[in-house]
């Protein structure tokens, strides 16, 4: 795993330029500031995000205005540790938290890092410059994000922490889930996820949403009970869910949770809906007194989600489908993008074997 001496001084990144132009370049290797670690990347997990940039040359309100490196679902080996003698040493197997809290002087809960304002995301375009993301094999990374990874945790498990950590922040947002009937909306990767940590959370009935039978089999795959397609109504209302998880981001799915919801249950939205209003039966969510929530990113939920990845208590394989060499990057993201033949894709940037 990279003796100390061999440090590259070029590395293959996926770089997304604007939409419909994403290249995989060969670049310098970022020389690493005395807080961050020089990081050996094995996988980074395409994210919906990813697939925005590449396609629209945006991510909701965040516009690419300079070529940006992609990715923040990342994990490695620290190759050489930060100078400043923070963070864990050389050798150690990591998986990256992408956040920087925002120096933003508006209000937020102080325990919820997350709603800061000027928080920064690898990979993000929200802030100008942007922040580069990890999707290269070499990539500097402040060793504050880095979270070493427990024996006998492999890298490619370990390659679902951070969406898992979206998810069970998700699920956490509902509140107590144990013995309650649960009901997710989407089931791609976060709402595949969100069906693995219910289970695990002791959700006494899970039942998967989805447009496509794939997501729906690997939904089965990590705990959901029963599944059902997007555009049977009448089956997804008389759920009469407990607790919902809305996953899709798109003002259907929003309608189908609200209206899944039994009386006096909660929605959580972790579906990032587009900006601007979006149609949907509100009056529904007042007269049946629905708690509708909303799940932006995560906190240091990351932390138990790798320990409950170790003990082998949150399993989510199921959820990885493809995996490709960094070289065909591009080809990964056309599967990554759609969602009726993939689930989960995976990049792999280790050098191929000899
Ligand atoms: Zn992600």
Redesign the pocket.
Known sequence: MGGAAVLPARTAAVVAHAAGDLRIEDMPVAVPRPDEALIEVAFG?I????LHYWMHGAAGESVLRAPMILG??IVGTVIRAAADGSGPGAGTAVAVH?ATPGPGAARYPEDRPNLSPGCTYLGSAARYPHTNGAFSRYAALPARMLRPLPAGLELRTAALA??AA?AWHAVSRAGKVAGKTALVIGSGP?GSLAVAVLKRAGARRIVAVDMHDRPLEIARAVGADEVLKADDAEAIEAVEADVVIESSGNHHGLASAIKGAVRGGTVVMVGLLPTGMQPVPISLAITRELQLRGSFRFNDEIDEVIAALADGSLAVDPVVTHTFPVDQGLEAFGVARNSAESGKVLLDFRPAPE
Do not use: F, K, L, T
């Open positions: 997990g994210c919906g995000s990813d923040h679902e992408p951070e969406p979206v976060i």
